[in-house]
């Protein structure tokens, strides 16, 4: 499936879920495939078009944290698969304060990869490594621990880097932000749709994703141009209709 047809799909779960949360929903047909760019999604009812644009919400400075683990964790695997060893699952937890960039990527990946092959488990067994921070060299202060599975039956290499962190109630200016972001664009979006929504989404797949808004949050009144603006929390499915001013 291309990253257009993902994307797409991913939007359309998304309006599934705020419909299903918002007894407002209008009854009407969805548009949501590849050919329908901006708004993201239009409901045509009996009586007109409703633009809905659809956002994520996340924290950037985890969101780059997050997407550096991971990019090392994949080339890591890559150096492994090199030396034609056995498919394994391997998750990597990386410390609370990680230091992973573009240029100390391919050190940390090859550092990984070198403790997976020297630590591969029997079939159907796991190794546990601990980081003892003994020794920066052979098993950096970045990373806290690696996990080796090796089942009898895996057709591929599966390597990740989970992570956990803590929900974040308070975000006003964090919404406005995207809010104002999305505003800039509106005036590109389809001109017959007699509203234009903006639903943003936390979708709580990683910490840069986790959020859980306080009333503070809830209960402030955010400037936008558009009609309606929604919060949808996926954990939960909980739907939030936030205050507006519209914009001059």
């Not at 257009?4 to 009407?28: H, I």
């Not at 944290?65 to 492994?80: G, H, P, Q």
């Not at 060893?85 to 937890?93: A, F």
């Not at 080796?148 to 406005?176: K, M, T």
Request: glycine residues 4%.
């Amino acid at each position: 499936m291309s990253k257009r047809k993902q994307n797409k799909a991913r939007e359309r779960r998304f309006v599934e879920l705020f419909k299903s949360a918002y007894k407002g929903f209008p009854a009407g047909t969805i548009l949501a495939d590849e050919n329908q760019e901006r708004p993201d999604i239009v409901v045509t009812t009996s009586q007109g078009k409703i633009g809905i644009e659809i956002t994520a919400l996340y924290n950037d400075k985890l969101k780059r944290a997050e997407s550096e683990c991971e990019k090392a964790v994949l080339e890591s695997r890559r150096i492994y698969e090199k030396h034609n060893l056995p498919k394994l699952y391997v998750s990597v937890h990386i410390g609370g304060e990680n230091s992973f960039n573009r240029k100390n990527r391919s050190k940390f990946a090859a550092v990984i990869a070198k403790l997976v092959a020297a630590n591969v488990p029997s079939v159907d067994r796991y190794v546990a490594l601990e980081n003892d921070f003994n020794d920066p060299v052979q098993f950096p202060y970045e990373i806290d621990s690696i996990y080796i599975y090796r089942h009898s039956w895996p057709e591929e290499n599966r390597w990740s880097a989970p992570s956990a962190g803590l929900y974040r109630e308070h975000f006003v200016d964090e919404l406005q932000s995207v809010i104002s972001e999305k505003d800039s664009k509106l005036c590109g979006y389809a001109r017959d749709c007699k509203e234009q929504w903006l639903l943003i989404v936390a979708e709580h797949s990683s910490p840069s994703t986790f959020f859980d808004p306080s009333q503070r949050t809830t209960n402030h009144c955010y400037k936008s141009s558009f009609d309606k603006v929604f919060l949808l929390e996926l954990f939960k499915v909980k739907l939030f209709e936030l205050k507006l001013v519209q914009n001059a």
